[in-house]
Structures are given as structure tokens and as C-alpha cells.
């Protein structure tokens, strides 16, 4: 076999495996634009070696074979795929081409629809009832959905009106809208499924389970745009106006279509729906455009797989293939550690991407991404590129793991994990560098030191000129390098300076509150003030002495020791306290036992009644400790509808599980 004949067969091999795992797994392994790269090649080496195409070949084909768990069904009209175009130029071509076979100068008029990113099906109706519905398969033979495809609101079983055809077989794309893809897979998630990558493997796996109860609970829907065999009856002469009378006999049809006279207007339409959209229900992925006169359509007529009057023009690519070189910890803003994917350089969403987002550990460990990896990246519209998935069948022998480090990267400080969290952050959240403009901001708040005049803009020019480093700076400002500040001048600079004088006489519990520890909110803050009377004490509570005070639980203690044992948050807080900041000791009041003290409760599930604030609220009232998290000393677990993770460990540790009937009876006993 010659060189040729082996790379030709080494394609097609190669494709047809990607053609199965697309159509029958709904599991592709590749994004939309390698399979694209791929199947050229193909065509060019055809192209250039005539006497090697096969019928056989992937380039003469239109899809996959169907899958076995369906019964067949036979199109009696094709069900062709498209050709696409990747630029202008080559819309261009084909409008000429379209011209050149017409033998006419005359502007060609096009109807223009997003292409959408679903599942091409086929529906057939008899005297206006719905019959049947099929995949498109191979082009030639699909999968019967009938009943799958009765569960989608949106497909009529019925026509409505008196003038279609008696016979009646409409083509379609069933897609599942941005939304209803994140709720799925957020469930997925909860209930600790696989995910689906994209809306369009979410779509195409949903229509074909052997479950149509499943397929029901799916948020599918359907847009038509095409009619295959048509008989007793007429239909109109264009395709614009064939989409028209699809909405009259209540066959859904996409709203962003338009007629476009021309190239150039075709042109404009494609960059005017690529600005729309990222602000669009629904994932497309380019512009379909087919000469509007079905006579010239006729004229024009098909090629093996597809025909003369219609090309797709697709979008960038928003995923595309990438090597992971590296993968480093970001610190944001609130402390938290980011992993990030350092990539070889490659070109996606209109950019070139060299760093893409892994999330958190939990992602990381979820999808398996490892140094070395190939990648597919994503990039949609100004959404941060993300790595989607590993290309397993291109991992390297030698790859390498990474661990969440222990210290900031960024000031050294410890990292914690709390428990039930999936976000890493650091401790030092007044030294940090990463973190200092929020960390300030909170610290002049109202609520918080109430440095009056100490606005976010003026805290980030300061902190831009190197001014500030933490908190602490604020007491060292002087008149000079206020008053030199964008929009400032003396006067301002003498009440500022005035504000942040008296700022240093305070309370107990504005000052822990304004330290920004994670999730001690002002309540919280004034609950440890009054438990523990000074901060010394506080500083040296551990995790079970700080559970002994209303509304502190696991995660908020284990924050609270974290903070304090930071040595570089001790130093800040000692400068504050050498700069003149002070607040008088609280004097700790007993308290008359209340009926539910001691006693531990953790809410899961959704509550009808009330929210879980408001019970967690009402709890607390009473006395009872509200955790985020079940272990041995928990009292009882309240379950609502779909209680999560929380239920099934209850059951483990015997922790006595409770509805919310249950928990209503207890609140007006008390």
C-alpha cells in the first residue's frame, strides 16, 4: 500500500470512529473544529487522487450509522448534510458558483437562520397528525423517536388550519436552551452523575434514551426548517415564505431569520447574529444560507452529500485542541485559589488563548487534567476560556498531577479547604497583596471602621500608587499624599484625615467584623464580642470553644481559628492596635437558657413553607446551633424536597432525619 493509500485510509479509519462516537455515543472525544481540520484533509487527498474515493468514504456520507436500540426507519428523501464555509472569501466562492450554474448576473436572493447546535430529525404527518419522527442517521436510515419526540411540548400533534398537505414531512433540529442545559447539569452535579459537555450532546442524548420518561423530563425543544416528502398538496414557492406557513399550521420556527439580497447582506447578517450571540437562548455555532427560490434550488440540485443551494458558514471556533504546559494557583480578589491551565498558544473564540481556567481542585479531579494533557479548550464569546475535557486517547506516558499547595502563592499564608466547600482560599486576607483593595474596602465600610469619605475608587488610586498594603496604612495617610490624590485637594484631604481619626474609637464587634473573616457577618461578629469580651480571648479560642457561640458552626470556627493564626494577620492587627485603634472590653451577660439550647440542626433540601434562611433564623432564636454540615453531634437533619449529600450521611451516622412538617410543630411549640 502506498503512502498515500495509507494516510487515506488512516483518515477515514479515524473519522468514522469520531462519526460513531458523535451520532450513536453522543460522546465525542474531539471538538466541531478538529473533526472540520480532519475531514479537509480527507477531501483534499480525494481531491487531488480521484480513482482512491470510495463510496464507502466518509467524505461520501452524511452521517453515522444508526444505533441498534431503535427501530429503522427508511427516508424516502435524503436527509443531506451541508458544506461549510470557514471565511468570507469562501461565502464569496460560493455565491459565485451559485451564479456561474444559473447562468445569471442577477443578485441571487438567500434566506439566512442560525444554525442551531442541536439533533436533525424528520416528522412525518398524515392529514395534518403527527405519524412518526426519525434521526437523521446516515442520511438514508434514522432511528424511530416517535415516542421520544412526543414528550417535546413545542412539536404540534395535531397541524392547525385546513391547507397543508395531506402528506406532510417537516425537518427539524431538537436543541436544549442554554438554561435548561445548566439546570441538567447542575443536577448532574448534585446527584453526582456525568455531566454532558455541550447543549448539543445534552440534546442528542436526551432524544434517544429507550425511556421516554426520561426524554419528558429533559427541557427539550424544536425549531423547523425544511420539508422532505410532500404529497396531495401544495406548498409555497419559497423558502421564506414556507417558513411563514409553518407557523400557521403551529410548526415552531426560528425568530432570527431574514431574506438577504446579495452576498454583502448575507455578510451583514452573519456578523450581526455573531454580536447577538452570546445573548441568545440557545447555542449556535454559524449561519445557514440557501438560495430562497425552490425552482433555482431545483436548478441547482445536490452533490453526493449535499446541495448546491445551501452552505454553512460557520462561527470561530469556541473549542479547539490544546497542550497543557503548566498549571499555576491564581489568588482573586476574596482569597480565592484558582487553578490556572497554561497552554500551548491556539487560536479560539476570535483570540489566541493561552491560559484557560480549570475552576477548583474538585474540577481538576473530576476531569483529570494533568501536566502534559491535551485539552479541549473553550472560549464563548467574553466568557474566561475554560478547559472542557482531556483527549484521553492523546495523554502521554509520563504526566503529572497536581496537589492544591498548602501556602498562598501569592503572601505565604495557609491555605484552607473548609469542609463541604470546593473553593481553596488564603488566610491572610488583611496581608495579602491579592486580596488588600477588598480587604480594605470592607474594613472602611459603614458597617465595618465607618471611615467616612474612604470610597472604593479613592481606596484603588491609593492602593495603585502604593500607598496602602493593608489596613493598617490607612492610620499612616498623611495630608500631603491625600490632598495630591485624582479629585482631591486640601479640604478634602482634612476631613478624610478627620474620618479616619475618629474611625479608631470603636466597638468590640465592628472591629472583628471589619477583619473580613470569611462568613462572620455582623451578627456573628457581635455573637463572639459578647461570648468571649475581648480579643485575646478570641484569639486563642480553638474550633470547639468557638461552637459553644450562637451561629457558629464547623466552617465558620474553623475560619475564625485559620484567621487568627496567620502570624502576618496578628502583625496587622498589632499595628492598628500601635496606631491608636481601640474599643472598649464587652462585659459577657448571662443568659437565660433558652429551649432549644444545645441542640444542633442542619437544613437541607428545599423547604415550602419557609426559606432556609428563614428557619436557620428561627432556629437560632431558640437557642439551636444551624450547621452547614452533619456529623455525630448533630441533633436532627431537616429534609426537604431533593435533600442532597447531607441526607444520605445523616443516615449513616443515625443522626434522626425530620420533615418540615416536623420542624413547623417544634417552631410554634416555642
Same mark, same amino acid.
Given at each position: 500500500?502506498? %503512502?498515500?493509500?495509507k494516510?487515506?485510509?488512516a483518515?477515514?479509519?479515524?473519522l468514522?470512529?469520531? =462519526?460513531?462516537?458523535?451520532?450513536?455515543?453522543d460522546?465525542?472525544t474531539?471538538?466541531?473544529p478538529?473533526?472540520?481540520?480532519?475531514?479537509?484533509?480527507?477531501?483534499?487527498?480525494?481531491?487531488?487522487?480521484p480513482e482512491?474515493? !470510495?463510496?464507502?468514504s466518509? %467524505?461520501?456520507?452524511?452521517g453515522?450509522?444508526?444505533?441498534?436500540?431503535?427501530?429503522?426507519?427508511?427516508? #424516502?428523501?435524503?436527509?443531506?448534510?451541508?458544506?461549510?464555509?470557514?471565511a468570507?472569501?469562501e461565502?464569496?466562492?460560493?455565491?459565485?458558483r451559485?451564479?456561474?450554474?444559473?447562468h445569471s448576473?442577477?443578485?441571487v #436572493?438567500?434566506?439566512c437562520?442560525?444554525?442551531?447546535? *442541536?439533533?436533525?430529525v424528520?416528522l412525518?404527518?398524515?392529514q *395534518?397528525?403527527f405519524?412518526?419522527?426519525?434521526?437523521?442517521g446516515?442520511?438514508?436510515?434514522g432511528?424511530?423517536?416517535?415516542?421520544?419526540?412526543?414528550t417535546? =411540548?413545542?412539536?404540534p400533534? /395535531?397541524?392547525?388550519g385546513?391547507?397543508?398537505?395531506?402528506?406532510?414531512?417537516?425537518?427539524?433540529?431538537v436543541?436544549?436552551?442554554?438554561?435548561?442545559f445548566?439546570?441538567? =447539569?447542575?443536577?448532574?452535579?448534585k446527584?453526582?452523575?456525568?455531566?454532558f459537555?455541550n447543549?448539543?450532546?445534552?440534546?442528542a442524548g436526551?432524544?434517544?434514551?429507550?425511556?421516554?420518561?426520561? &426524554?419528558?423530563?429533559?427541557?427539550?425543544?424544536?425549531?423547523? $426548517?425544511?420539508?422532505?416528502k410532500?404529497?396531495?398538496?401544495?406548498?409555497?414557492t !419559497?423558502? $421564506?415564505?414556507?417558513?411563514?406557513?409553518?407557523?400557521?399550521w403551529?410548526?415552531? &420556527?426560528?425568530p432570527?431569520?431574514?431574506?438577504?439580497?446579495?452576498?454583502?447582506?448575507?455578510?451583514?447578517?452573519?456578523?450581526?447574529?455573531?454580536?447577538? +450571540?452570546?445573548?441568545?437562548?440557545?447555542?449556535?455555532?454559524?449561519?445557514?444560507?440557501?438560495?430562497?427560490d425552490?425552482?433555482l434550488?431545483?436548478?441547482? *440540485?445536490?452533490?453526493?452529500?449535499?446541495?448546491?443551494? @445551501?452552505?454553512?458558514?460557520k462561527f470561530?471556533a469556541?473549542?479547539?485542541?490544546?497542550?497543557?504546559?503548566?498549571?499555576e494557583?491564581?489568588?482573586g480578589?476574596t482569597?480565592a485559589l484558582?487553578?490556572?491551565?497554561?497552554?500551548?498558544?491556539?487560536?479560539?473564540?476570535?483570540? &489566541?488563548?493561552?491560559?484557560?481556567?480549570?475552576?477548583?481542585m474538585?474540577?481538576?479531579e473530576?476531569?483529570?487534567?494533568?501536566v502534559?494533557d491535551?485539552?479541549i479548550?473553550?472560549?464563548?464569546?467574553?466568557?474566561?476560556p475554560?478547559?472542557?475535557?482531556v483527549?484521553?486517547?492523546?495523554r502521554?506516558?509520563h504526566?503529572?498531577?497536581?496537589?492544591?499547595?498548602?501556602?498562598?502563592?501569592?503572601?505565604?499564608?495557609?491555605?484552607?479547604?473548609?469542609?463541604?466547600e470546593?473553593?481553596? +482560599?488564603?488566610?491572610?486576607?488583611l496581608?495579602?497583596?491579592?486580596?488588600?483593595?477588598?480587604?480594605?474596602?470592607?474594613?472602611?465600610a +459603614?458597617?465595618?471602621?465607618d471611615?467616612?469619605?474612604l470610597?472604593?475608587?479613592?481606596?484603588?488610586?491609593?492602593v495603585?500608587?502604593?500607598?496602602?498594603?493593608?489596613?493598617?496604612?490607612i492610620y499612616?495617610?498623611?495630608?500631603?499624599?491625600?490632598?495630591?490624590?485624582?479629585?482631591?485637594g486640601?479640604?478634602?484631604?482634612?476631613?478624610?484625615? %478627620?474620618?479616619?481619626?475618629?474611625?479608631k474609637?470603636?466597638?468590640?464587634?465592628?472591629?472583628?467584623?471589619?477583619?473580613?473573616? +470569611?462568613?462572620v457577618?455582623?451578627? %456573628?461578629?457581635?455573637n463572639?464580642?459578647?461570648?468571649y469580651?475581648?480579643?485575646?480571648k478570641?484569639?486563642?479560642?480553638?474550633?470547639?470553644?468557638?461552637?459553644?457561640?450562637g451561629?457558629?458552626?464547623?466552617?465558620?470556627a474553623?475560619n475564625?481559628?485559620?484567621?487568627f493564626?496567620q502570624?502576618? =494577620?496578628?502583625?496587622?492587627?498589632?499595628?492598628?492596635?500601635?496606631?491608636?485603634?481601640?474599643?472598649?472590653?464587652?462585659?459577657?451577660q448571662?443568659?437565660a437558657?433558652?429551649?432549644? /439550647?444545645?441542640?444542633?440542626?442542619?437544613?437541607?433540601?428545599?423547604? #415550602? &413553607?419557609?426559606?432556609?434562611?428563614?428557619?436557620?433564623? /428561627?432556629?437560632?432564636?431558640? *437557642?439551636?446551633?444551624?450547621?452547614?454540615?452533619?456529623? @455525630?453531634?448533630?441533633? $436532627?437533619?431537616?429534609?426537604?424536597?431533593?435533600?442532597?449529600?447531607?441526607?444520605?450521611k445523616?443516615?449513616k451516622?443515625?443522626?434522626?432525619?425530620?420533615?418540615?412538617?416536623?420542624?413547623?410543630?417544634?417552631?410554634?411549640?416555642?
Amino acid at each position: 500500500m502506498t %503512502t498515500i493509500n495509507k494516510k487515506i485510509a488512516a483518515l477515514r479509519a479515524e473519522l468514522e470512529d469520531h =462519526n460513531y462516537r458523535y451520532y450513536v455515543l453522543d460522546a465525542p472525544t474531539i471538538p466541531d473544529p478538529e473533526y472540520d481540520r480532519l475531514f479537509r484533509q480527507l477531501q483534499e487527498l480525494e481531491q487531488q487522487h480521484p480513482e482512491l474515493v !470510495t463510496p464507502a468514504s466518509p %467524505t461520501q456520507r452524511i452521517g453515522a450509522r444508526p444505533a441498534t436500540g431503535f427501530k429503522q426507519i427508511r427516508h #424516502e428523501v435524503p436527509m443531506l448534510s451541508l458544506a461549510n464555509a470557514f471565511a468570507d472569501e469562501e461565502l464569496i466562492a460560493f455565491d459565485k458558483r451559485v451564479h456561474d450554474r444559473l447562468h445569471s448576473g442577477a443578485q441571487v #436572493e438567500y434566506a439566512c437562520e442560525p444554525k442551531l447546535d *442541536g439533533l436533525a430529525v424528520t416528522l412525518l404527518y398524515e392529514q *395534518g397528525k403527527f405519524v412518526r419522527a426519525a434521526t437523521r442517521g446516515d442520511g438514508t436510515t434514522g432511528e424511530d423517536i416517535s415516542a421520544n419526540i412526543r414528550t417535546i =411540548n413545542s412539536v404540534p400533534l /395535531q397541524l392547525r388550519g385546513k391547507d397543508f398537505p395531506a402528506l406532510l414531512e417537516v425537518r427539524g433540529e431538537v436543541f436544549m436552551p442554554k438554561a435548561g442545559f445548566a439546570e441538567l =447539569n447542575a443536577y448532574a452535579r448534585k446527584h453526582q452523575e456525568k455531566e454532558f459537555a455541550n447543549p448539543r450532546n445534552a440534546a442528542a442524548g436526551s432524544l434517544r434514551q429507550l425511556d421516554p420518561k426520561i &426524554t419528558a423530563s429533559r427541557p427539550l425543544e424544536i425549531f423547523f $426548517y425544511a420539508v422532505g416528502k410532500v404529497a396531495d398538496g401544495d406548498i409555497p414557492t !419559497t423558502h $421564506y415564505q414556507l417558513l411563514q406557513k409553518f407557523r400557521q399550521w403551529g410548526l415552531r &420556527t426560528c425568530p432570527h431569520i431574514q431574506l438577504a439580497k446579495g452576498v454583502d447582506a448575507c455578510l451583514q447578517f452573519y456578523h450581526h447574529i455573531a454580536e447577538q +450571540r452570546a445573548e441568545l437562548p440557545y447555542e449556535i455555532d454559524g449561519v445557514v444560507y440557501k438560495v430562497n427560490d425552490f425552482n433555482l434550488q431545483h436548478k441547482l *440540485g445536490f452533490v453526493s452529500r449535499a446541495p448546491r443551494w @445551501a452552505i454553512a458558514h460557520k462561527f470561530p471556533a469556541q473549542e479547539e485542541i490544546s497542550k497543557v504546559d503548566a498549571i499555576e494557583f491564581q489568588v482573586g480578589r476574596t482569597g480565592a485559589l484558582t487553578p490556572v491551565a497554561r497552554l500551548e498558544p491556539v487560536f479560539v473564540g476570535g483570540v &489566541t488563548v493561552s491560559n484557560a481556567t480549570l475552576h477548583n481542585m474538585d474540577e481538576i479531579e473530576r476531569k483529570d487534567v494533568r501536566v502534559g494533557d491535551t485539552v479541549i479548550v473553550r472560549r464563548a464569546g467574553d466568557v474566561i476560556p475554560e478547559v472542557v475535557s482531556v483527549v484521553l486517547a492523546k495523554r502521554p506516558k509520563h504526566t503529572r498531577k497536581v496537589k492544591m499547595p498548602s501556602k498562598c502563592p501569592v503572601c505565604d499564608s495557609d491555605v484552607i479547604k473548609p469542609e463541604g466547600e470546593a473553593v481553596a +482560599r488564603c488566610s491572610g486576607g488583611l496581608y495579602c497583596m491579592a486580596q488588600r483593595k477588598e480587604s480594605i474596602k470592607h474594613f472602611a465600610a +459603614r458597617k465595618a471602621m465607618d471611615v467616612d469619605g474612604l470610597g472604593d475608587k479613592l481606596v484603588e488610586q491609593l492602593v495603585d500608587l502604593e500607598l496602602l498594603h493593608n489596613v493598617s496604612d490607612i492610620y499612616a495617610l498623611t495630608h500631603e499624599q491625600i490632598a495630591n490624590l485624582e479629585r482631591m485637594g486640601a479640604k478634602s484631604a482634612a476631613n478624610l484625615l %478627620t474620618a479616619i481619626d475618629s474611625s479608631k474609637s470603636t466597638s468590640l464587634a465592628r472591629f472583628i467584623f471589619a477583619l473580613g473573616i +470569611r462568613e462572620v457577618g455582623e451578627a %456573628t461578629a457581635n455573637n463572639l464580642a459578647e461570648h468571649y469580651g475581648n480579643l485575646d480571648k478570641l484569639m486563642q479560642a480553638d474550633e470547639g470553644s468557638l461552637q459553644q457561640v450562637g451561629d457558629v458552626g464547623p466552617v465558620v470556627a474553623a475560619n475564625v481559628v485559620a484567621f487568627f493564626q496567620q502570624a502576618h =494577620n496578628q502583625e496587622v492587627m498589632a499595628a492598628l492596635i500601635k496606631h491608636g485603634v481601640h474599643w472598649p472590653d464587652v462585659t459577657p451577660q448571662p443568659k437565660a437558657a433558652l429551649p432549644l /439550647q444545645g441542640q444542633s440542626f442542619v437544613l437541607t433540601g428545599t423547604l #415550602e &413553607t419557609l426559606t432556609r434562611d428563614q428557619a436557620k433564623a /428561627q432556629l437560632q432564636a431558640l *437557642g439551636a446551633k444551624v450547621s452547614s454540615s452533619v456529623s @455525630a453531634k448533630t441533633s $436532627y437533619v431537616i429534609a426537604g424536597a431533593d435533600p442532597g449529600s447531607k441526607y444520605q450521611k445523616a443516615e449513616k451516622l443515625n443522626v434522626p432525619i425530620k420533615d418540615e412538617a416536623w420542624l413547623l410543630a417544634l417552631l410554634k411549640q416555642h
